[in-house]
T-cell receptor, first 113, second 114 residues
Framework: AQTVTQSQPEMSVQEAETVTLSCTYD???????LFWYKQPPSRQMILVIR??????QNATENRFSVNFQKAAKSFSLKISDSQLGDTAMYFC??????????FGKGTKLSVKP | GAGVSQSPSNKVTEKGKDVELRCDPI?????LYWYRQSLGQGLEFLIY????????KSGLPSDRFSAERTGGSVSTLTIQRTQQEDSAVYLC????????????FGQGTRLTVV
């Protein structure tokens, strides 16, 4: 069975600085997707970034980028130039052949002014 | 619709009562998912629908939980004889197709059993 582990329950960063959130996963599949979702206090889960496992190039979306290490089964999220609006829970998720997404327990990120 | 809509937003119920939670997915999305998020926890997968069928119900925590989807659109999650441990946020998501693709989430229903 696939598992997703986020080892940092909470993190904080100063506004305008860079922070990296860690995620590891376990799977025997070769083709899959990985996602980072953001959940602000409004509860709305918002997709931040997506990575296809067959792509070697790391995905980037504006200030958000990932470091995807397939052999190590690692998928970290880097947030550059952190903004107050980035304060939220961040969830790493695995999407494989079973169809539904499997989520980690989340990392609570606080951006401090 | 423009996004996934869930109702009610919040629900307080007495222990032992039945509750129904509703999810209206994005128009045209064939796959629909229910997740449960307990306080401070990640998302626990409950059930998914491909069209109107639910091939895998093994994620439902007990036989008090059931779900249906009609017309390939709206889904209802029903919890019978609610217990305090059922208190959680219930999130619904939909995607254009079944498989490891992006899922769009509603804002969830916060259920409190007193």
């Amino acid at each position: 069975a696939q598992t997703v582990t986020q080892s940092q329950p909470e993190m904080s960063v100063q506004e305008a600085e860079t922070v990296t959130l860690s995620c590891t996963y376990d799977t025997s599949e070769n083709n899959y997707y990985l996602f980072w979702y953001k959940q602000p206090p409004s509860r709305q889960m918002i997709l931040v970034i997506r990575q296809e496992a067959y792509k070697q190039q790391n995905a980037t979306e504006n200030r958000f980028s990932v470091n995807f290490q397939k052999a190590a089964k690692s998928f970290s999220l880097k947030i550059s130039d952190s903004q107050l609006g980035d304060t939220a829970m961040y969830f790493c998720a695995f999407g494989g052949s079973q169809g539904n997404l499997i989520f980690g327990k989340g990392t609570k990120l606080s951006v401090k002014p | 619709g423009a996004g996934v809509s869930q109702s009610p937003s919040n629900k307080v119920t007495e222990k032992g009562k039945d509750v129904e939670l509703r999810c209206d997915p994005i128009s045209g999305h064939t796959a629909l998912y229910w997740y449960r998020q307990s306080l401070g926890q990640g998302l626990e997968f409950l059930i998914y629908f491909q069209g109107n069928s639910a091939p895998d119900k093994s994620g439902l925590p007990s036989d008090r939980f059931s779900a249906e989807r009609t017309g390939g659109s709206v889904s209802t999650l029903t919890i019978q004889r609610t217990q305090q441990e059922d208190s959680a946020v219930y999130l619904c998501a939909s995607s254009a197709d079944w498989g490891p693709t992006e899922a769009f989430f509603g804002q969830g229903t916060r259920l409190t059993v007193v």
